[in-house]
């Protein structure tokens, strides 16, 4: 037997088999985790669960991050590039396309962002590639051990970077459209900015731009300052 769920014009959307009570236990193991993550904020069950359910996993019938992670991309892109402009370590031949490529990068944001804020753990996906272990994961399914210790090009073959940097994306779309944008903009400079300083590489933010962001990152409270004022 199926459950179902309205739509936001009205008409039904069948979703997968699950109880009501199901739905209400996951969905409160994924607000726990937001609400843990950037405390003190609170997040609806529905947001909380459109946020963490990724395209590929069954549950996306009822709801997925894909807008929110429309949204999260153009948000992180103007913060982005409001820093760069209003930067004193702007120069005349840097490039702005360039600059926002190698940050925003969505595997880059799934290989330094994700991990900070533990998306792993509780990510409604299914990965690709994997033979026996492509199942889908989330809140209630234990991560499949060789999961946790692939190597770099391993990550990005089952697609593990892009779908937790596509997680990331959701969750700043997210609080900038449940809480604003000021919040959205603390976020961005305390939580984001700092884990795209990746020393000796190519990806990531540009090195000129380094010690300025450590210096907003300070301003606004440290990498563990509160999200509101």
């Known amino acids: 037997m199926?459950?179902?769920?309205?739509?936001?014009q009205g008409s039904q959307v069948i979703t997968p088999s699950k109880s009501l009570e199901e739905w209400r236990?996951?969905?409160?193991?994924?607000?726990?985790?937001?609400?843990?993550?950037?405390?003190?904020?609170?997040?609806?069950?529905?947001?909380?669960?459109?946020?963490?359910t990724h395209a590929s996993h069954p549950d996306a019938m009822r709801r997925h991050n894909?807008?929110?992670?429309?949204?999260?991309?153009?948000?992180?892109?103007?913060y982005l590039l409001m820093f760069v402009h209003s930067s004193p370590a702007l120069q005349p031949e840097h490039n702005y396309e360039r600059i926002l490529e190698r940050a925003l990068n969505t595997y880059?944001?799934?290989e330094h962002?994700?991990?900070?804020?533990?998306?792993?753990?509780?990510?409604?996906?299914?990965?690709m590639n994997v033979g026996n272990f492509?199942?889908?994961?989330?809140?209630?399914?234990?991560?499949?051990?060789?999961?946790?210790?692939?190597?770099?090009?391993?990550a990005r073959g089952i697609g593990m970077y892009k779908v937790h940097g596509t997680a990331v994306e959701a969750i700043v779309g997210?609080?900038?459209?449940?809480?604003?944008?000021?919040?959205a903009h603390r976020l961005?400079?305390?939580?984001?900015?700092?884990?795209?300083?990746?020393?000796?590489?190519?990806?990531?933010?540009?090195?000129?731009?380094?010690?300025?962001?450590?210096?907003?990152?300070?301003?606004m409270g440290g990498p563990e300052g509160s999200l509101v004022r």
């Open 2 to 8: 199926q459950s179902s769920a309205e739509s936001s």
């Open 25 to 52: 236990r996951q969905d409160d193991a994924l607000v726990r985790h937001l609400n843990d993550v950037f405390s003190p904020l609170q997040f609806p069950p529905e947001l909380a669960s459109r946020i963490l």
């Open 66 to 78: 894909g807008r929110l992670s429309f949204v999260g991309t153009r948000v992180l892109q103007s």
């Open 108 to 110: 880059v944001l799934g």
């Open 113 to 127: 962002v994700a991990p900070k804020w533990a998306i792993g753990k509780v990510l409604k996906w299914r990965p």
């Open 134 to 154: 492509s199942k889908p994961l989330g809140p209630d399914v234990d991560v499949p051990s060789p999961f946790e210790t692939l190597e770099r090009d391993g």
């Open 174 to 183: 997210g609080i900038f459209h449940q809480f604003g944008g000021s919040v």
């Open 188 to 219: 961005f400079h305390t939580r984001v900015l700092p884990s795209l300083i990746v020393e000796g590489s190519h990806e990531g933010l540009h090195t000129a731009y380094h010690e300025h962001a450590r210096e907003m990152c300070e301003r």
